[in-house]
């Protein structure tokens, strides 16, 4: 069987398919870096390729195109999350960083020998949440690492990570699948009783810009909800119907990182209406009377400067840098009052 063929498994992923073979590959032919960078958009399926690469490497007996046999000791104890030889590193919660303690345990771990007489592995998810000390904690190991050691950290984008902890990385940019791909993932990742129409799928896949794990989540997380409420709430303030100071109170408490991309979404279609004055370019069309409203009264200068502050708070908020979300949220709506007044 193909391994990615395997619907209802978490390797199921058509569009990382050469990425794995090469991988692979250098696996089978003692070439394997001993750290490995994932870079890619959030939901492309960054967590499911090194958590799968990782099991398929501890598997004692794995089949030929990397498939794990799903029968051995190592395949049990990974399934049941307790593979002694594999360390998964993430956040404390949820905006917050990983500290210096956090990788001074994965140190500790990829120099303790192997209880599997294997690799050790470590996958740091968010690496570029790492503050100063845990990067330079790992800067060490990653130049002198252990024998049979493999590191893989997860990331957005190279430039987030420190220069000299990306250097010393193999970097992998897994690329966004083609929407045919990802709407045939969808549909078999979605529970049977689902109501979810092929318009809704194809809305959620615009919103996560073609991340299959994001729109996934945008479905099942009840996204389109929280969707259609920012974008009421963003159309009675351009109309002057709300108190900006009301709505960031409510919104902030939410996820602020899925607040911040539907506000870029919302931007970047009125700048396409301005550009284009073709309502099929949009991808809230739904919304399509105010944001033509709001094209024909902003011009593109006074957007684009509201675009590039909501960009550099957001790489703040990235940053993981100790911020008060409610007071960031509450000059971006108090500054979006303003220049609809103007």
């Known amino acids: 069987m193909d391994i990615y063929e395997q619907s209802s498994d978490s390797h199921s992923m058509l569009w990382q398919k050469d990425s794995w073979q090469s991988f692979w590959k250098a696996k089978q032919n003692h070439h394997l870096p001993h750290a490995l960078l994932l870079l890619g958009k959030t939901g492309i399926g960054k967590a499911s390729f090194a958590k799968s690469f990782a099991h ?73 949440y790492m503050n100063h000390y845990a990067a330079n904690a790992l800067l060490k190991t990653l130049e002198e690492p252990p024998p049979n050691t493999l590191f893989i950290l997860l990331s957005i984008g190279a430039k987030h990570l420190p220069a000299t902890i990306s250097s010393r990385c193999q970097k992998l940019i897994l690329n966004t699948p083609d929407p045919v791909v990802t709407l045939n993932w969808l549909h078999s990742q979605l529970p049977e009783s689902h109501s979810f129409t092929k318009e809704t799928q194809e809305m959620a896949l615009k919103l996560a810009a073609g ?39 409510q919104w902030y408490e939410r996820d602020i990182e899925t607040l911040f991309h539907l506000l870029f979404y919302w931007l970047h279609d009125i700048l396409k209406l301005k550009f284009t004055q073709s309502p099929s370019v949009i991808i809230n069309i739904d919304f399509k009377d105010i944001l033509i409203k709001i094209a024909e009264k902003l ?39 303003f220049i609809n007044k103007i």
């Open 56 to 128: 398929a490497i501890l598997c004692s007996s794995p089949h030929p195109n990397g498939l794990p046999c799903d029968k051995c000791h190592a395949c049990h104890l990974i399934r049941a999350g307790s593979h002694p030889d594999l360390m998964y590193i993430t956040a404390e919660s949820a905006g917050n960083i990983i500290k210096i303690e956090q990788i001074r345990e994965a140190v500790r771990f990829v120099n303790e020998t192997s209880m599997q007489n294997g690799f050790k592995i470590v996958i740091i998810n968010n690496a570029h």
């Open 299 to 337: 011009d593109t200068s006074t957007l684009l400067s509201y675009l590039t502050d909501v960009q550099n708070r957001y790489s703040k908020i990235v940053s993981s840098l100790n911020l008060n979300r409610q007071l960031l949220v509450e000059e971006l709506l108090i500054r979006w009052v």
């Open 211 to 249: 991340a299959p794990f994001k729109a996934l989540s945008i479905l099942t997380d009840d996204i389109l909800s929280y969707r259609q409420m920012v974008y009421e709430g963003l159309t009675a303030l351009s109309l002057s119907q709300n108190d900006p100071l009301q709505l960031a109170a």
